[in-house]
């Protein structure tokens, strides 16, 4: 079984998804878990399930379904910090670690780094995330962006995106609460938006009433809905948004 599992994590990591991987994971689930059925050991049991659900991990975030993701990453750390080895495992750290960040699940993002050993920090994405925190907490984005632009961020984009967006809604509330109008260009940079029509799908994706006219938007601080994404993540970062507007100005 080992084996087959081996080979479903090989094709969930390719660049193309087969059309019929999400039934054919199913069955394998449904091996996995009748595996106690047979003659193994505790351990060989939690190792298989292990190893599944690292390809589970996988394909949940290529199609980036978050709920079924949020299962299989919380079943697989439950077993990594419980004892249960991968070579892998340090890389899955990184995912999870981000993910908490991203979702402002701060109380296991920081119980999480407390259970890491010791040779953890050694791995390259584990020390990302960590970098990009403390960086988000002092309004730093410079790495982020960075990331995001170089094309390493793989099955974790997802995360990144979310943080992103994040960003942005609290950067445009600002500009709502402070300014009267803003340069169409202004606000492209400061939002890091790249064009005036996707400037528009984010006014109305958010609920904002923006006027656009000219070469001015022009800001009327009402939103029909509360946007889910409007956290309290990066909140105390208002004064400095405010500043980055008068800089431009």
Do not use: C, H
């Not at 094709?11 to 019929?20: A, C, D, H």
């Not at 990144?160 to 509330?173: F, K, N, V």
């Not at 946007?227 to 105390?236: E, M, R, V």
């Amino acid at each position: 079984m080992q084996n087959q599992i081996e080979i479903f994590k090989q094709i969930v990591t390719g660049q193309q998804l087969p059309q019929n991987i999400g039934s054919d994971i199913q069955k394998l689930k449904l091996q996995v878990y009748s595996a106690g059925d047979v003659q193994l050991s505790s351990n060989a049991i939690e190792f298989i399930i292990g190893a599944f659900s690292e390809v589970e991990v996988i394909y949940y975030l290529k199609i980036k379904s978050i709920p079924e993701f949020k299962l299989a990453i919380q079943r697989l750390i439950t077993l990594y910090n419980n004892g249960v080895e991968s070579v892998d495992k340090f890389q899955f750290f990184g995912i999870y670690l981000l993910y908490l960040l991203s979702y402002n699940k701060f109380a296991k993002y920081y119980a999480q780094i407390e259970l890491l050993p010791k040779e953890a920090f050694n791995n390259d994405l584990i020390n990302f995330v960590l970098r990009l925190e403390q960086e988000l907490s002092i309004g730093d984005y410079s790495q982020l962006y960075q990331y995001k632009e170089s094309g390493q961020a793989g099955l974790q984009s997802v995360f990144l995106e979310r943080i992103i967006d994040t960003i942005r809604l609290q950067i445009a509330l600002s500009a709502n609460a402070s300014y009267e109008r803003l340069t169409v260009q202004d606000a492209l940079l400061l939002l890091g938006i790249g064009n005036v029509n996707e400037l528009r799908k984010f006014a109305f994706d958010q609920n904002f009433e923006w006027k656009f006219e000219g070469q001015y938007i022009y800001f009327n601080f009402k939103k029909k809905d509360e946007n889910p994404l409007n956290s309290d993540f990066l909140i105390q970062k208002s004064l400095k948004y405010v500043g980055d507007l008068d800089s431009i100005i």
